[in-house]
């Protein structure tokens, strides 16, 4: 297969056609605007819906529509913009609708800087909007991984029937970096929508409705969508663990583009003697909590824990619970768009190691 | 220095727009800052400058070229930012002035709500809206100010829908007052800019603001095209008070060859993209609804 070399936005957006979804509601924002600008070219050449909404709440709510009617749709957005759309996904989620959002974040809080950062993970994995519910999020950390989650995304939307985030910071909207695309074409439609909304005649008509006005039933609702995310749970987790257990006396914890800085930090001290390993979730919801109590529990005795983040620490909660207070957890982070380099990582690593 | 108030820097009475904004060469926007700057022959004025242009280019913190106090506000509200600073002033008795600067994206497309929100509740307010036809700063996608057969980078074979008519939807809200502005006749501009700087309630302010940056256009040629679109009748200038009657400030000439140099000008439009003569008709005909406002509905033998 050969390799192709885009901008981040774009081949997120070319990954979404060869996942089969070829219909498309955004509005601008820097720095996501290139994943609109490259499919508006693209569905000219493939065929495929476009619209520019007049906002994010209009884009996430034609999402919501569009959904309801059993096809593949994407909208992407960043922070500012994603925040806009917390209702739409609080609806989509009550209504058990299938769709994939992008967040590539960028400085906040406020209007903020355009400039990468990591600092949405509490919105991601906690939030969104109002409500008892929850969201698949899937957090790359090179381009050629935001492609392959990007196929997946549409594979677990359809699945379990839930809306899906991918959240990338701007460093992997923006980079070019060459990729493989693991299927060619146009991929094929939704498959498994028999209840989506496409015309009655023959058959009793479906309803797309997240209003219960009574508490039983009502509970009844937030019983199953519970269900559904400890069924994700069970067999959605994902992460990777760079190192051997039982071979590294550190354990950095970080995703996204902050991990791959961290490997190559790693790398850096390992010539020194140090023995670094690192814990990235790929789902950082569901987080991986086993996973990374096990690769916790490979530390030796004392063995500290060290989180890095582009903000100034979010995941670090999800690493504490998983810890149970068993092990020290340090933490750096940055903000404002400042990316830390493996050169800073490393010089943390050796203060923590010899101090 | 606390909190998220604080003191830029650059302090005391000067211009509104100050040197050392980012704006790009020849950007229409930085002019019209300049024809508002000027207008106030020392009246002050708080600002509310949505995330445009307008914030990203000119008031970045801690570099910010404005000459006011100003407050930046989310994309969409600059009209409700605006609405709780001017409640809360005349609450405590300040004397106050809010202009609420945002553009055709803020305004006509995530604004809309809260523009018109604040003008049904007649705000103390004046809005202005500078009109480039494109959201900017994101690097040029098409807005519903954006004109038919622009090309944009969400509109790449140029746009098929006309662009939204703001002055009659503002009108219709039948607040104090509503004008557009052209930047190529400025004692009118200036007049009405203060004209609307003194009224109370809501006020309403257009101006199309050339972006060589979008429009695919020379910097230095802004102005004229301005001029272009004014005399060939493609922008009507022209003032409502608040009994609806139309003063039409500016007489075009309606001319055929203007309206092609227009357009021949910038590169946003390709060759053969727009039809003249289309134009010409939906010229003639919002012209023959505007004259018809300003006869106060009798009939009129200019457009006859």
Redesign the interface.
């Known amino acids: 297969m050969t390799k192709v070399l885009m901008k981040g936005n774009e081949e997120l957006g070319e990954a979404a056609i060869r996942a089969g979804c070829i219909h498309f509601f955004g509005y601008p924002i820097t720095p996501q605007t290139e994943v609109p600008e490259y499919l508006v070219k693209r569905y000219a050449e493939v065929g495929g819906t476009f619209v520019q909404a007049e906002s994010e709440v209009g884009s996430i709510n034609m999402i919501y529509g569009a959904a309801g009617t059993g096809v593949k749709c994407l909208t992407s957005s960043s922070s500012p913009g994603y925040a806009l759309m917390a209702e739409g996904m609080s609806y989509i989620a009550a209504c058990e609708l299938p769709c994939v959002v992008i967040n590539i974040m960028r400085a906040g809080p406020g209007l903020g800087g355009i400039l990468p950062a990591q600092s949405d993970y509490w919105q991601a994995t906690k939030g969104h909007g109002h409500g008892d519910y929850r969201v698949i999020v899937l957090a790359p950390s090179s381009v050629q991984e935001a492609v392959d989650l990007m196929i997946l995304a549409f594979e677990l939307a359809e699945k379990y029937r839930n809306p899906v985030l991918i959240v990338a910071d701007g460093m992997i909207g923006q980079m070019m970096e060459p990729v493989e695309f693991p299927v060619e074409g146009v991929g094929e439609p939704m498959k498994d929508n028999d209840w989506a909304l496409t015309g009655c005649e023959g058959r009793e008509r479906r309803i797309v409705n997240s209003l219960y006005l009574s508490p039983e039933k009502l509970n009844e609702h937030n019983l199953k969508l519970h269900e559904k995310f400890a069924e994700i749970t069970k067999n959605e987790v994902r992460s990777e663990l760079y190192g051997t257990p039982g071979e590294y006396d550190l354990l950095i914890t970080a995703f996204g583009t902050m991990a791959r800085i961290c490997k190559t930090a790693i790398d850096e001290v390992r010539d020194e003697g140090l023995r670094v390993g690192l814990f990235r979730p790929i789902t950082i919801a569901p987080y991986p909590y086993e996973a990374l109590r096990e690769a916790m529990d490979a530390l030796p005795d004392g063995g500290k824990v060290f989180d890095v983040e582009m903000n100034m620490g979010q995941m670090l909660d999800d690493v504490r619970l998983a810890g149970e207070g068993t092990r020290e957890v340090i933490f750096h982070g940055t903000a404002g768009g400042i990316v830390p380099s493996p050169d800073e990582v490393a010089a943390k690593i050796r203060e923590i190691l010899k101090p | 220095m606390t909190g998220?108030t604080q003191e830029s820097p650059q302090t005391g009475t000067g211009p509104l727009l100050r040197p050392g904004n980012t704006n790009c060469g020849g950007c229409g926007m930085s002019i019209a800052l300049n024809v508002l700057g000027r207008a106030l022959e020392g009246r002050s004025i708080q600002m509310v400058v949505p995330?445009c242009c307008a914030?990203v280019t000119v008031g970045s913190y801690p570099a910010s070229a404005y000459g006011v106090p100003l407050v930046?506000s989310?994309?969409?509200s600059a009209a409700a930012v605006g609405t709780g600073l001017a409640r809360a002033a005349r609450m405590n008795g300040d004397p106050t002035r809010v202009v609420c600067w945002a553009g055709d994206?803020g305004t006509y497309?995530?604004g809309?709500a809260a523009v018109s929100a604040a003008a049904e509740r007649n705000e103390d307010l004046l809005y202005v809206c500078y009109d480039n036809e494109i959201?900017g700063?994101?690097?040029g996608?098409?807005s519903?100010a954006t004109p038919p057969g622009a090309r944009t980078?969400?509109?790449?074979?140029g746009k098929l829908q006309e662009k939204k008519d703001i002055l009659a939807i503002m009108a219709a809200h039948r607040i104090p007052y509503v004008a557009s502005l052209s930047l190529a006749h400025l004692d009118d501009a200036t007049r009405k800019m203060q004209k609307a700087l003194d009224l109370e309630g809501f006020r309403f302010l257009h101006l199309l603001t050339p972006c060589p940056t979008g429009w695919k256009s020379e910097p230095a040629e802004g102005i004229e095209l301005v001029r272009q679109a004014v005399s060939s009748g493609l922008y009507p200038v022209y003032e409502v008070e608040s009994d609806g009657r139309v003063v039409i400030n500016v007489e075009p000439d309606m001319s055929d060859d203007t309206l092609a140099r227009y357009f021949a000008a910038q590169g946003r439009f390709r060759k053969g993209q727009v039809v003249l003569e289309r134009v010409r008709a939906s010229i003639d005909a919002s012209w023959k609804t505007l004259r018809l406002r300003a006869s106060n509905g009798e009939d009129d033998d200019r457009d006859a």
């Open positions: 998220a995330a914030i930046s989310t994309f969409a994206g497309d995530i809309m959201y700063n994101t690097g996608q098409r519903s980078t969400t509109t790449p074979h």
